[in-house]
Structure formats: C-alpha cells, structure tokens
C-alpha cells in the first residue's frame, strides 16, 4: 500500500509516474492490490482550496498513464482500475488490478460509477466538515432503544470503476 499526503495539488504529479504491478494470476491477487494500492489524504490547508475538477484533471492524466504502462508493459493483458472515497478515514483511494471485469475485493455492498464526479464531491464536502469541525465523529443509530444489534444497516461503497485495455 502506497500513503502519500497531499500537501498541494502538484504533488499528485508523483504518483502518475509510479509503476504497477499486474500479473494476470488470480491467486496472486493480494500483491496486485497490495502493491497497486494509493491511499492519498489531504492538508486541511489544500482541502479548503480543492476543487472537482481539480481532482478530476488527476483522475483523468492517471487514468492515461496507466493505460500506457499497461500496454508497454503488459501487452495482451486488461484489467480494472477502481476509485473510492473511505468517509472513515476520509482518505481517498484508488487501485488497480488484473482482469476486465475482475471482482472487487470489498466485503460489502458496491454501487459501481461511471463517473468519479459524485465520489470527488462527497469527498470534499466531508473533508472541508471535518477540517472545520474536527476530527471527532459521532455516529449514533437513532433505533438503538430497539435492543437488536443484527439490525445494522448493510454499509455501501459507492466505487468508480474502469476496464483498461489494449485499443
């Protein structure tokens, strides 16, 4: 797993020069997401400055740039970049492993994107609440008089997905 913090919006220049990691061997899995794996958080500074499109512009020059790796290095394989916000962490994070279509490795249930557009503003919009009001979150479940425990929610990822492959 890859941590970067993001102090100012050029630093996201590095990652689109790291290399991937892709083997084509399911049981493999682990060190592709492993290895693939960015988890980005941001100043408090550079979220009150942080704009979509300037997140979008990076998603779009990293999306390119894998693409290319992927055909230099990788010539006759596909696979499947995917984009998420973690709200608890609030980081946001990205990944890449091999295989169009290939399943995601999450343990609840997805809402896969065309777009990252909603992800991007969700993202901002908690990051600038949690850089005014803190890091303490509270949760509360408004049924807990209810006394069943079993009766949490399910979580839901909302996660952009894309296949990349050989035009």
Not at 8 to 21: A, G, M, Q
Not at 105 to 130: A, H, M, N, Q, V
């Amino acid at each position: 797993m890859n941590y970067i913090h993001i102090n100012n919006i050029t630093d996201l220049s590095k990652i689109l020069e790291e290399p991937i990691f892709l083997t084509g061997d399911r049981s493999l899995i682990k060190e592709e997401i492993s290895h693939n794996m960015w988890v980005l958080s941001f100043s408090d500074n550079l979220i009150n400055r942080l704009e979509v499109q300037d997140l979008e512009e990076f998603l779009s020059q990293l999306l390119k740039k894998r693409t290319v790796q992927l055909m230099q290095l990788y010539q006759n394989q596909s696979a499947t970049f995917y984009f998420w916000f973690d709200k608890q962490a609030s980081q946001l994070r990205f990944n890449i492993i091999s295989g169009s279509n290939a399943p995601l490795p999450f343990g609840c249930k997805l809402i896969l994107l065309d777009s990252p557009e909603s992800i991007l503003k969700d993202f901002i919009s908690t990051s600038r609440e949690y850089a005014i009001n803190g890091d303490v979150i509270e949760f509360f479940n408004s049924s807990d008089d209810l006394g069943d425990d079993n009766d949490e929610p399910e979580y839901v990822l909302d996660v952009y997905v894309r296949a990349i492959h050989k035009a």
